[in-house]
């Protein structure tokens, strides 16, 4: 079974840094493009960033210039560096995956997310 595991996650103070790592467990074939999604109490998931295997990245209005999305292909791992912090950045942030075994069968990836908490 394939699963995303999410880690880094934890409490910062308004203005500091934190990097997330999300690596795939289990045998897959190949994986397209990556992404991090976030969650707040009460809010609905928002996509955050996103990276393509060939490094092609895009962000949220919301984060461009603060954080940076990268990827191991060889490790199959996403990073979210994440700088400048502020209170509205809490939120449980998720990894996904777009992924495929060696029979072409396609996969959505989900983690089980990770608490970032901005507070002073």
């Known amino acids: 079974q394939v699963q995303l595991v999410e880690s880094g996650g934890g409490l910062v103070q308004p203005g500091g840094s934190l990097r997330l790592s999300c690596t795939t467990l289990?045998?897959?074939?190949?994986?397209?493009?990556m992404y991090w999604y976030r969650q707040a109490p009460g809010k609905e998931r928002d996509l955050v960033a996103s990276?393509?295997?060939?490094?092609?990245?895009d962000y949220a209005d919301s984060v461009k210039g603060r954080f940076t999305i990268s990827r191991d292909n060889l490790k199959n791992m996403v990073y979210l560096q994440m700088n400048s912090l502020k209170p509205e950045d809490t939120a449980v942030y998720y990894c996904?995956?777009?992924?495929?075994?060696?029979?072409?069968?396609?996969?959505?990836?989900w983690g089980q997310g990770t608490l970032v908490t901005v507070s002073s």
């Open positions: 990276i393509t295997p060939s490094g092609g990245q």
């Open positions: 996904k995956a777009v992924a495929y075994y060696r029979t072409g069968e396609r996969l959505e990836l």
């Open positions: 289990g045998n897959i074939f190949s994986i397209n493009t």
